[in-house]
């Protein structure tokens, strides 16, 4: 009764932001000159392929939610869209160009699962606030990997034993506490 009640409050002062949006037409339109804009100062900096790939899509993840405010099945598919190209395009990128294994390989996952997560609440504001099994499920594996994560890295770098089982217990649990779904209001 009570995520029911809470569900239908986010939906109700979602509604309520309807009549202050721009209309969606116009939405569209400022989102795509936007792109266009991003796309020529990258052209015109002459940036390398790949790294133009991952600004461009950081750049419209950043930017989409405040652009699009309209939100529809269709919107929300799109988001989560640009959040699997855009994560995807920066581990392909790191794979690529980082040696794996090494501590700074450690380094850099821990850094994608903690921006991998706050970009998919920045694009997609109801993973924030979605209770589900699934979801904390989800939430306890991307713990789990991010505790084995910081685990290696402490180890590669030379860390204390000890003190890498308190630091690994105590960032892991801060980690699950700040992905874990909370109420909306």
């Not at 409050?9 to 000159?33: G, K, N």
């Not at 920045?122 to 789990?144: F, G, N, Q, R």
């Not at 402490?154 to 000890?162: M, W």
């Not at 308190?166 to 960032?171: C, F, G, V, W, Y």
């Amino acid at each position: 009764m009570g995520a029911e009640k809470e569900e239908v409050q986010f939906e109700l002062l979602e509604r309520i932001e309807d009549a202050y949006r721009l209309p969606t037409s116009f939405q569209m339109t400022l989102f795509m000159i936007l792109e266009i804009i991003i796309i020529s100062i990258l052209y015109a900096l002459h940036v390398a392929l790949d790294v133009a790939v991952i600004v461009f899509l950081l750049a419209t993840s950043f930017l989409y939610p405040y652009a699009i405010k309209v939100r529809t099945l269709l919107t929300e598919l799109a988001g989560m869209v640009i959040f699997g190209c855009t994560i995807a395009a920066v581990v392909y990128y790191l794979v690529v160009n980082v040696e794996i294994g090494g501590s700074d390989f450690w380094m850099l996952v821990i850094f994608v699962l903690v921006f991998g997560v706050e970009l998919l609440h920045h694009i997609y504001e109801k993973a924030k606030t979605i209770k589900s099994p699934t979801m904390i499920v989800a939430d306890l594996v991307l713990t789990v990997v991010f505790a084995l994560a910081l685990w290696m890295f402490l180890s590669g770098i030379g860390f204390d034993p000890v003190w890498t089982i308190i630091l690994t217990a105590l960032l892991s649990g801060l980690y699950f506490y700040a992905i874990f779904p909370e109420k909306p209001y």
